[in-house]
């Protein structure tokens, strides 16, 4: 099995676009969430707030006449991927030996109701010819293979907010097992669409704070739901000889990956988090590690009551006594939950630590709730040397991802 290192990093986020506007918001502590009920008609909706990638062009990286054929969460993927690639001082086109595995919550979810509406007022001759290939949830797994060239394995993976950190889990398997050589791995995710903030309020999992500040709180006792965003992160993933062979150099080494299922419930985790708690497991057995050597954790974080509770008790039951010792900040504080995207932009925040030495913030977090009790890293970065980090991801269904990342 051949070591897995990151060699790029393309990211599209609330924050900014590139790594460098992704790294510069953690740093500073900028909440990039904001008021869109005068954007988006969100009559008879409370969640009034979101994560938007408002400074995201698709023109500066997609031909005009490709990126109209492509839903939005796509046009993000491609970008995202291009991004890694400058990044990484990569050229991938024309090679069976790379790979892409890009995963997505929903899919262009706005693509069809767009065209919904269309066929009750216009008919069925009105709906678009591109609306089954723009919607498919492999969309952005494809459109990355057809921009770039890339000719080896792709495949979209669709596990709901877990879907990002299993695809780049997935191709760290086809890296370490040399089926491949390197792999284009992330998520996207685009969905602030009236239906879809209607779909989540009924359910009562977004937050209807219209404080855009501290509207997403996770781990504080006032934490009353997510927040929704949206955006895309890409991981140009290489095995180390072929990294070397090019002179590239590493941003981190991706060690491990485990995934769970709970077989509980299709939205709420178990109590006492023990899906999560494999999957961290598993993931530290595969990099050959173990809890001692954690220095910081990426939560999945969502904000939400149930998830922060299971979540700390799953941290607890993984690291004994130590976990009081090893800070746990969720990225989601500063730009929501990225759904489908979530566990790739946050693999951004796990390297971030990485290579800065600073870890980043749960910067609304105010409030101690007895049940959430660990070291939350409130308020603004922290300066610590990190070596290990697990980046969380659970998507409803009880589908657990964790991925361990490693200093080189």
Not at 55 to 79: C, N
Not at 153 to 164: K, Q
Request: glycine share 12%; with cysteine; net charge negative.
């Amino acid at each position: 099995m051949r070591k897995v290192w990151v060699t790029g990093l393309g990211l599209v986020t609330p924050l900014g676009v590139g790594r460098d506007a992704f790294f510069s918001g953690l740093r500073e502590g900028r909440v990039a969430i904001r008021r869109v009920d005068t954007d988006i008609d969100l009559s008879g909706i409370k969640a009034c707030v979101a994560g938007v990638a408002s400074s995201f062009d698709p023109l500066a990286l997609i031909p005009p006449k490709r990126a109209r054929r492509m839903g939005r969460a796509t046009q993000m993927a491609v970008a995202a991927a291009r991004l890694a690639c400058e990044d990484g001082e990569f050229h991938p086109e024309g090679t069976e030996r790379g790979a892409v595995a890009v995963g997505t919550g929903i899919g262009a979810m706005e693509a069809l109701v767009e065209n919904h509406k269309v066929l009750l007022s216009r008919g069925a001759d009105r709906v678009s010819p591109l609306l089954a290939p723009v919607m498919m949830p492999n969309a952005p797994a494809a459109e990355v293979s057809i921009e770039l060239g890339i000719k080896g394995p792709s495949v979209g993976v669709v596990t709901a907010c877990a879907a990002g950190a299993h695809a780049i889990g997935i191709a760290w398997g086809w890296v370490r097992s040399g089926l491949v050589d390197w792999a284009l791995a992330g998520g996207a995710e685009s969905v602030l669409i009236p239906l879809v903030f209607a779909a989540f309020d009924r359910m009562g999992a977004l937050s209807r704070n219209p404080d855009p500040a501290f509207a997403s709180r996770p781990f504080d006792a006032q934490r009353d739901g997510f927040v929704l965003g949206e955006g895309a992160g890409i991981l140009l993933l290489e095995s180390e000889e072929h990294a070397r062979a090019r002179g590239a150099e590493p941003l981190a080494e991706l060690a491990g990956f485990g995934q769970s299922s709970d077989a509980f419930h299709i939205t709420a985790p178990p109590e006492d988090g023990e899906g999560a708690r494999r999957a961290m497991a598993e993931a530290l057995v595969a990099a050959g590690l173990s809890p001692d050597d954690v220095d910081y954790i990426n939560a999945h974080g969502t904000s939400t009551p149930l998830n922060d509770r299971a979540e700390t008790r799953a941290i607890k039951a993984l690291l004994g006594t130590r976990a009081y010792e090893v800070p746990v900040s969720s990225t989601k504080s500063q730009i929501g939950h990225l759904l489908g995207a979530a566990g790739a932009v946050e693999a951004g925040a796990a390297i971030f630590a990485i290579l800065e030495g600073l870890i980043p913030a749960t910067v609304t977090w105010r409030n101690r709730d007895p049940e959430c009790d660990l070291d939350y890293v409130p308020g603004e970065v922290r300066p610590s040397r990190v070596r290990t980090v697990l980046s969380n991801s659970f998507g409803f269904g009880g589908q657990n991802a964790c991925l361990v990342f490693r200093a080189v």
